[in-house]
Every structure is written in C-alpha cells, then in structure tokens.
C-alpha cells in the first residue's frame, strides 16, 4: 500500500501563484509515476502534469508554460508549482501515484482561485 498526503491549496487571486506537495510513503516501487491531477465542478477528472523517477514531464494543454511539476526522489514527493493562475484553475486537485502494481489517490487539495 501507499499513503499520499498533500498539502499547499488554498485561495488566492487570479495571477498569483501556489506550490502543492504531495508526500508518498509505505511501500514504494523504485519505478514509478507520479501525477497532479484535478476535478472542477460538474467537469471530469483531467491529467494536470506528470514526472517520471527519471524526470521526464508531461503537461495538460491548459497548464502548459504556467505549471511546473518536479520530485524529490530521496523523499517520495512530488511538487507542482502553479503561477498565473486563472479561476478556470479552480478545482479539487488530486496527487496520484502508479507502479505496476496499480495506482493510489491522495485525498485531494481544494484550490480556489478568484477573479
């Protein structure tokens, strides 16, 4: 099994900027991947950004050039790094993290941009 705590959402205005972590810990594959996701109201869950161990990224189309994504491999934690944020980013945002064994959820961090 593998835990995911999250932390950094909150409420900011539009143009600023936040930084999520997300923390792995149990039982973790030295090959693995880990996400941000997020989910906004009545929209379905949609990839944000992605990082392999090796450090290769992968960006949603409506975060590019804004959203940075990075890990701490001796720590097992993921970080993404939000500026210019737009209220369009307003949504539960979720970490997740897959080996071949499957993949785990974190509980999500609410971040709230306003205009």
């Known amino acids: 099994q593998v835990q995911l705590v999250e932390e950094g959402g909150g409420l900011v205005q539009a143009g600023g900027s936040l930084r999520l972590s997300c923390a792995a810990s149990?039982?973790?594959?030295?090959?693995?991947?880990m996400d941000w996701y997020r989910q906004a109201p009545g929209k379905q869950r949609e990839l944000v950004a992605s990082?392999?161990?090796?450090?290769?990224?992968n960006y949603g189309v409506s975060v590019k050039g804004r959203f940075t994504i990075s890990r701490d491999n001796a720590k097992n934690t993921v970080y993404l790094q939000m500026n210019s944020l737009k209220p369009e980013d307003t949504a539960v945002y979720y970490c997740?993290?897959?080996?071949?064994?499957?993949?785990?959820w974190g509980q999500g961090t609410q971040v709230t941009v306003s205009s």
């Open positions: 990082v392999t161990v090796g450090g290769t990224t």
């Open positions: 997740k993290y897959s080996d071949p064994r499957g993949a785990f």
């Open positions: 149990g039982s973790i594959f030295s090959f693995n991947l």
